[in-house]
T-cell receptor
Framework: QKEVEQNSGPLSVPEGAIASLNCTYS??????FFWYRQYSGKSPELIMS????GDKEDGRFTAQLNKASQYVSLLIRDSQPSDSATYLC????????????FGRGTQLTVWP | SAVISQKPSRDICQRGTSLTIQCQVD?????MFWYRQQPGQSLTLIAT?????????ESGFVIDKFPISRPNLTFSTLTVSNMSPEDSSIYLC???????????FGSGTRLTVV
């Protein structure tokens, strides 16, 4: 079982729709969870972090965490073509030299 | 979050040669991380670089091939040695922000080995 798994893509949504990106992780001791956005040819950019169960909202982005189900998601409301990118889920376990574990990423396309 | 300057941004190298990639962080960080990202793939951790100790390498990566230096708390280098076309990839460095939130990445080095 992979450390971090993301829903297979690619995901395609129309402009203005809600894009839903999902991620599961295998280690129950995981402490912190991150979503990165990576545009083609660019390095990953942190867009959301979440540490406690529940929802965290930042503008059009909402991260949801359910530690009992070992599940974290990212919702993008009012999707824009500029949101088209690969989204990487990352997990920090707190006990492994501070490294992050990354999922394979989900490619999102928002079409006008 | 830390701001990381990485260079070179890209390079084309002959097989058998070596390339050293540099990362400078704008604040002191205990750990820095080096990743490789092949086209269309996610990030693969090469090694963790702690200041004052030997780097810790992930399975499949060895010090002779990817020597790392970490002379102080703001700087690290990764060398890709005796390169082959299979080493063509994007190499990224990363560092954590405050405790351990907001890991940031350098802008990446796109390496092509011919």
């Amino acid at each position: 079982q992979k450390e971090v798994e993301q829903n297979s893509g690619p995901l395609s949504v129309p402009e203005g729709a809600i894009a839903s990106l999902n991620c599961t992780y295998s280690d129950r001791v995981s402490q912190s969870f991150f979503w990165y956005r990576q545009y083609s040819g660019k390095s990953p950019e942190l867009i959301m972090s979440i540490y406690s169960n529940g929802d965290k909202e930042d503008g059009r982005f909402t991260a949801q965490l359910n530690k009992a189900s070992q599940y974290v998601s990212l919702l993008i409301r009012d999707s824009q073509p500029s949101d088209s990118a690969t989204y990487l889920c990352a997990v920090y376990r707190g006990s492994t030299l501070g490294r992050l574990y990354f999922g394979r990423g989900t490619q999102l396309t928002v079409w006008p | 979050s830390a701001v990381i300057s990485q260079k070179p941004s890209r390079d084309i190298c002959q097989r058998g040669t070596s390339l050293t990639i540099q990362c400078q962080v704008d604040s002191q960080v205990t750990m820095m991380f080096w990743y490789r990202q092949q086209p269309g793939q996610s990030l693969t951790l090469i090694a963790t670089a702690n200041q004052g100790s030997e780097a810790t390498y992930e399975s499949g990566f060895v010090i002779d091939k990817f020597p790392i230096s970490r002379p102080n708390l703001t700087f690290s280098t990764l060398t890709v040695s005796n390169m082959s076309p299979e080493d063509s990839s994007i190499y990224l460095c990363s560092a954590p922000g405050q405790a351990p939130y907001g890991y940031t990445f350098g802008s990446g080095t796109r390496l092509t080995v011919v």
